[in-house]
């Protein structure tokens, strides 16, 4: 039975071009199933099926061996073609970093930033030094971000709630009072803590943006915010020289917040974790650049938890 019909279908595949390559190049049956990893009558098989593909005996008995015809001779180079071509089809989706030429952009604030991305970019540069890594504020993120492809993911503690954004869980924190300690102690109690003055971070003017904010306006209890600021590094400023208080991300006493004074909440049970997300959109799910890039991210945090 001839393999191409009426519509021009061709039963065809690379393991009948490895075939038709193999017992050209080796001249034997019982060789080319060998290199192959075949048996020979696999390999016979797959001669018979060529045959009937292309109506010629392709390889005919010489002595104790066989030798191709001129048909034979003339179709194993455009094997040889194909096979290399149907290669180069299946690593076309390969991907190597340090081929790598374009910018990726990281949507992240201040806390994110300075904890993952200083690592992040330093891996960057050793595994793709053609990427131009770009952040931009993350604010209070929206799925909008990340479906109009303004970033590859975001760095945030609140996920924005969507059934085409996915998220994965990098690190955790805990919210701490921040204080200047050349001027005040840390809060002796709750009704210590309400009677100061406070700053809190506004995102994208967002009033409460904080978890914190929420917990503590959810039990009942006013404090006096007296200024707001869009990121954490505004609190520093604001903070310095006064009895002011900030209640924030602990890990912010490695960055923006050096250099003050940190407490822990003892009066608040349980205080409000804080767990930090990268969140990207769907479509990227399976891009091997994208899943190389969250592996990267998932690295850095592992090791800033364990610094």
Do not use: K
């Not at 992040?120 to 990340?146: K, N, Y």
């Not at 767990?275 to 990207?280: E, G, K, L, S």
């Amino acid at each position: 039975m001839n393999d191409i019909d009426d519509s021009g279908r061709i039963e065809l595949d690379g393991r009948l071009l490895q075939a038709l390559v193999a017992v050209h190049e080796e001249g034997s049956l019982t060789r080319a199933a060998q290199r192959l990893g075949l048996t020979q009558s696999a390999v016979s098989h797959a001669v018979e099926r060529l045959r009937g593909i292309t109506g010629d005996a392709l390889f005919v008995r010489s002595g104790r061996g066989i030798v191709p015809t001129a048909r034979a001779d003339v179709l194993v180079a455009g094997a040889r073609r194909l096979i290399a071509e149907l290669r180069d089809f299946g690593q076309a989706g390969a991907f190597d970093p340090a081929q790598l030429r374009r910018t990726l952009t990281i949507a992240a604030n201040d806390l994110q930033r300075d904890l993952l991305l200083p690592p992040l970019l330093d891996r960057l540069r050793a595994q793709a030094p053609g990427v131009l890594l770009r952040v931009i504020p993350a604010g209070a993120p929206t799925p909008e971000l990340l479906r109009d492809d303004a970033c590859a993911l975001a760095l945030t503690p609140r996920p924005p709630e969507a059934g085409d954004i996915l998220q994965r869980r990098l690190f955790d924190d805990e919210y701490r009072v921040f204080f200047d300690p050349q001027v005040r102690q840390a809060p002796r109690d709750q009704a210590d803590y309400l009677a100061a003055e406070h700053l809190t971070v506004e995102h994208d003017g967002r009033l409460r943006t904080l978890d914190i904010d929420d917990r503590i306006a959810g039990l009942g209890l006013q404090r006096r915010i007296v200024a707001t600021v869009p990121v954490f590094a505004g609190l520093a400023a604001l903070l310095a020289g006064s009895a002011r208080l900030a209640t924030a991300p602990g890990r912010l006493r490695h960055g923006v917040l050096r250099g003050l004074a940190d407490a822990p909440l003892s009066w608040l049970h349980p205080t409000p974790g804080l767990a930090m997300y990268m969140v990207w959109h769907q479509r990227h799910q399976d891009d091997p650049m994208h899943r190389w890039l969250r592996e990267l991210l998932v690295g850095c945090a592992g090791a800033a938890a364990t610094a």
